[in-house]
């Protein structure tokens, strides 16, 4: 029987565990399209990834991540407190 977790676990989680803060950064990436990957936007608006707002800097992030396998203390900070608007999506895709 697989675990279901709650959106306060995963909160919690973003916001104290890096490899978790990475693994919810490249999940909401893997959800925008190739194309908006690759620009930094979003042009679908398909209720998955990033909005339009943080789209440019949470991609920038998630390809710097992918590239060295870490965020700056810097990008740590911002990507929480970005990724706080995501929980619903993010527990969603921990739950499948």
């Given at each position: 029987m697989s675990r279901t977790w709650t959106e306060d676990e995963i909160r919690t989680l973003v916001q104290t565990n890096d490899k978790v803060l990475y693994g919810a950064l490249k999940k909401l990436y893997a959800c925008q399209t190739a194309e908006e990957q690759a620009v930094g936007v979003t042009n679908?608006?398909?209720?998955?990834?990033?909005?339009?707002?943080?789209?440019?800097?949470?991609?920038?992030?998630?390809?710097?991540?992918?590239?060295?396998?870490?965020?700056?203390?810097?990008?740590?900070?911002?990507?929480?407190?970005?990724?706080?608007?995501?929980?619903?999506?993010?527990?969603?895709?921990?739950?499948?």
């Open positions: 679908v608006q398909n209720g998955a990834g990033f909005n339009g707002v943080d789209a440019p800097i949470l991609t920038n992030f998630a390809q710097f991540l992918e590239r060295t396998g870490f965020l700056t203390p810097r990008q740590k900070a911002l990507a929480r407190k970005k990724l706080k608007k995501y929980n619903r999506q993010l527990t969603a895709l921990a739950n499948v």
